[in-house]
């Protein structure tokens, strides 16, 4: 059984890469999830190896059961992408997840050079929580229900994710 990503990739995504690349990886994920950070070395090695080609997506699914930081770092990171700084903000906080608190996701913001002041109000008054909620949709309605799940091409991925089973699998059209 195959699951599709729905949406695809849409212009309210984060992505890394150029629209129109011929290879896709979806990630969704979770800044609090150890598998998550875990993935951050291998998915920067497929990014590296195929270069141009690829386009990658990181949609939330903060998992507060397990996690219980996780929807506040989501909103935090949605805060950063408000002032244009999504992707750097992203790699902090895996970076900063074994130390992760609400001062350290402020801190980070401070280092990035982010108004931290306005990301603790942005998270206070959920003015994200509308946009992580799209993301949370669409992981229900494409199957994912843990973190990372992963998207190759369009299609839901099952295989280890080291770099090398990511490029294989995105070489190879899918699953």
């Known amino acids: ?21 011929p290879l896709e990886l979806v990630m969704f994920g979770d800044f609090q999830c150890p598998f998550c950070l875990g993935a951050q070395k291998s998915l920067r090695r497929a990014r590296e190896r195929l ?24 909103e935090a990171s949605e805060a950063a992408a408000a002032q ?15 130390k992760l608190s609400r001062e350290t996701m402020l801190e980070l913001g401070r280092e990035l050079g982010l108004d931290a002041d ?19 949709a669409s992981a229900a309605a494409s199957g994912a229900t843990g973190t990372p799940t992963f998207f190759v091409n369009g299609e839901r991925f099952y295989g280890a994710y080291d770099a090398s089973s990511l490029v294989e699998a995105l070489q190879a059209g899918g699953s």
């Open 118 to 136: 306005r990301i603790a109000t942005e998270i206070d008054a959920g003015v994200h929580r509308d946009r992580i909620a799209r993301d949370l």
């Open 84 to 98: 244009g700084r999504f992707w750097e903000y992203h790699d902090a906080l895996f970076a900063a997840q074994p």
């Open 51 to 74: 270069g141009e080609e690829l386009l990658f997506g990181f949609r939330h699914l903060p998992i507060p059961e397990k996690h219980p930081l996780a929807m506040e770092a989501a």
């Open 1 to 21: 059984m195959s699951e599709l990503l729905s949406p695809s990739l849409e212009e309210i995504d984060h992505v890394r890469g150029e629209a129109g690349a």
